[in-house]
């Protein structure tokens, strides 16, 4: 069983920045891939960025790629998700989730994770 706690969010200006943090108890992370996701009003929960545990490397989705950066603090036990030059379009509540079994092909699908943080709501004033 792991345990993920989001934090980090908040209001910020268009073209400003925010690191998110993924706080993971329970069990060693560093086994584990660990995805973000986002989920504004009325849409559905997408795809934002991976860190894969078998290769180590950081996938991104198209709209955050270039403004956004994943890694993983393997001593903190911790996953972070750093934005910048944010948009109000980016205004979501932030999800982390986890799983140790993911193959590459399915990191970006948000019902192939086992674990999930509450979330963390992050707005971006225009």
């Known amino acids: 069983q792991v345990h993920l706690v989001e934090s980090g969010g908040g209001l910020v200006q268009a073209g400003g920045s925010l690191r998110l943090s993924c706080a993971a108890s329970g069990r060693t992370f560093t086994s584990y891939t660990v995805g973000w996701f986002r989920q504004a009003p009325g849409k559905a929960r997408e795809f934002v960025a991976t860190?894969?545990?078998?290769?180590?490397?950081?996938y991104y989705a198209d709209s955050v790629k270039g403004r956004s950066t994943i890694t993983r603090d393997k001593a903190q036990n911790t996953v972070y998700l750093q934005m910048n030059s944010l948009k109000p379009e980016d205004t979501a509540v932030y999800y982390c989730?986890?799983?140790?079994?993911?193959?590459?092909?399915?990191?970006?699908?948000?019902?192939?994770?086992?674990?999930w943080g509450p979330g963390t709501q992050v707005t971006v004033s225009s």
């Open positions: 860190i894969s545990a078998s290769n180590g490397m950081a």
């Open positions: 989730a986890a799983d140790s079994r993911l193959i590459l092909s399915s990191i970006r699908d948000p019902d192939q994770y086992d674990y």
